[in-house]
């Protein structure tokens, strides 16, 4: 599996989360699974999507963390906190875009989807990717995917101003060429909302 990466495809999760009870089955993962199931949008649909590592190729995790304990490899992926240097300050928790890190307060280490390191690093896919039922979370080489899905992998994220690139790509349809994501712009079209709302109802 040597030059295989790792794709999300949100339009097929069913939610099953069997990705998340394989993960904790990782050798490497003490029995805790690094990776979870979000709904996108639950008050008004039931759509899920897995949540893994994005593996950015400049992890914020990492360049907040004071003790120095996250460290990305030559191959691009990210790993969890080395415990005897991880502080439990969730300063990883609290920087990184996607909402990965996890910190395990009985363990006192942050752990995250590492890409099944142990795994990947012989050839072999993540254990989620080996389970997922409809192929949301897969790990093939790319040409796979350009001849097999009408998606195309989007690797390149935009929070406001800042833009960030991932080792894993997410299926999206033909066209998009990033994911955008403004808080600013989204307040403000809350309260523009809200605004009109309250001028409607004073109105009437």
């Known amino acids: 599996m040597f030059g295989s990466e790792f794709f999300v495809d949100p339009s097929r999760c069913?939610?099953?989360?069997?990705?998340?009870?394989?993960?904790?089955e990782c050798d490497s993962h003490r029995g805790v699974s690094m990776i979870h199931v979000d709904y996108l949008d639950r008050p008004d649909m039931i759509a899920t999507?897995?949540?893994?590592?994005?593996h950015c190729e400049e992890?914020?995790?990492?360049m907040v963390c004071p003790a120095d304990a996250i460290k990305r490899g030559e191959d691009g992926v990210v790993r969890?906190?080395?415990?005897?240097?991880?502080?439990?300050?969730?300063?990883?928790?609290?920087?990184?875009?996607?909402?990965?890190?996890?910190?395990?307060?009985d363990l006192e280490l942050m752990m995250k989807c590492d890409m099944c390191y142990d795994r990947t690093s012989v050839g072999?896919?993540?254990?989620?990717?080996?389970?997922?039922?409809s192929q949301a979370l897969t790990f093939v080489p790319p040409e796979q995917v350009a001849r097999e899905r009408r998606e195309q992998p989007v690797n390149v994220f935009q929070f406001g101003n800042?833009?960030?690139?991932?080792?894993?790509?997410?299926?999206?349809?033909?066209?998009?060429?990033a994911l955008s994501v403004d808080a600013a712009d989204y307040m403000w079209e809350e309260e523009h909302a809200r605004?009109?709302?309250?001028?409607?109802?004073?109105?009437?």
């Open 14 to 24: 069913i939610g099953c989360r069997s990705c998340m009870t394989a993960c904790a």
């Open 49 to 54: 999507v897995p949540m893994v590592c994005m």
């Open 59 to 62: 992890p914020t995790c990492a």
């Open 80 to 105: 969890s906190a080395l415990k005897p240097r991880c502080i439990a300050c969730s300063n990883c928790v609290l920087a990184c875009p996607f909402g990965v890190p996890k910190v395990h307060v």
């Open 124 to 133: 072999l896919r993540p254990m989620c990717a080996t389970v997922c039922p």
């Open 162 to 177: 800042q833009t960030v690139r991932t080792k894993v790509s997410i299926m999206l349809p033909p066209g998009a060429p």
């Open 195 to 204: 605004g009109d709302q309250s001028q409607e109802a004073f109105v009437d």
